[in-house]
Each structure stands twice: as C-alpha cells, then as structure tokens.
C-alpha cells in the first residue's frame, strides 16, 4: 500500500495540528496503521499505532493523553491529532502500515513494510 502523509506545519507551545496519512493501491481495512517520529539527530521512534480488527489503540507514554490515533477505512485514511503540543514534539512524522499485524510488536518500525514520505511538525516555544 502507497502511504501519503500531510498535515504538519509550524505551531506554537500548546497548540493543536491534526495529520492525515491517506493511503492507495490496497483498502487499509485489515492494515494495523501506525506513526513513528524522528527528530533532527535523533533515532525514529514510535508514536501511536491502531490495530486492524478491533482497532485498539497504542501509544508511547511521552504522548498519552495528548495524541489520539484514529482511523477511516472507508476514506483509506489514519489520522493522528496533536494536542497540547511541545517543543519535544518536533520531528518528522512518518505514517506506516502492515498487513494485519506488524512483527515483533505495534511499537518497532521494523514490523511494518509500507512508508509514507513523512511530514514536518515544528513547535515553536
């Protein structure tokens, strides 16, 4: 599956960003959809990830509470909303799939085959 990710730009300490990663080539319904993050000198890392069936959710503990990963199978689409956003938050997200469910554990970029190109997010202090 092809992975489009948009929706980042430059936001202020507190504020809100809502990103969208529309997918083609392949229905998402039975992908597990995830979003990773790599800040500048920094390791990818995991953000949040939505599973296939039952889409129960995941997220790294420094955005619980404050991201909500959702998804849209009949737009082919998975959505991360940002609240309450922090300089730390700044990075380029990656939106990632794999079909039903990625090896080794919904948090390890390893397990998922699709990659979207990833969009700019930079908070502002």
């Known amino acids: 599956v092809q992975l489009q990710a948009s929706g980042g730009g430059l936001v202020q300490a507190g504020g809100s960003l809502k990103l969208s990663c529309a997918a083609s080539?392949?229905?998402?319904?039975?992908?597990?959809l995830a979003w990773f993050r790599q800040g500048q000198g920094k390791e990818r890392e995991f953000v949040a990830a939505?599973?296939?069936?039952?889409?129960?959710?995941y997220y790294a503990d420094s955005v619980k509470g404050r991201f909500t990963i959702s998804r849209d199978n009949a737009k082919n689409t998975v959505y991360l909303q940002m609240n309450s956003l922090k300089p730390e938050d700044s990075a380029v997200y990656y939106c990632?799939?794999?079909?039903?469910?990625?090896?080794?554990?919904?948090?390890?970029?390893?397990?998922?085959?699709?990659w979207g190109q990833g969009t700019q997010v930079t908070v502002s202090s």
């Open positions: 990632a799939a794999d079909l039903r469910s990625p090896e080794g554990g919904f948090n390890r970029g390893s397990g998922y085959d699709d």
């Open positions: 080539g392949r229905t998402i319904s039975r992908y597990s």
């Open positions: 939505i599973t296939w069936r039952t889409s129960r959710t």
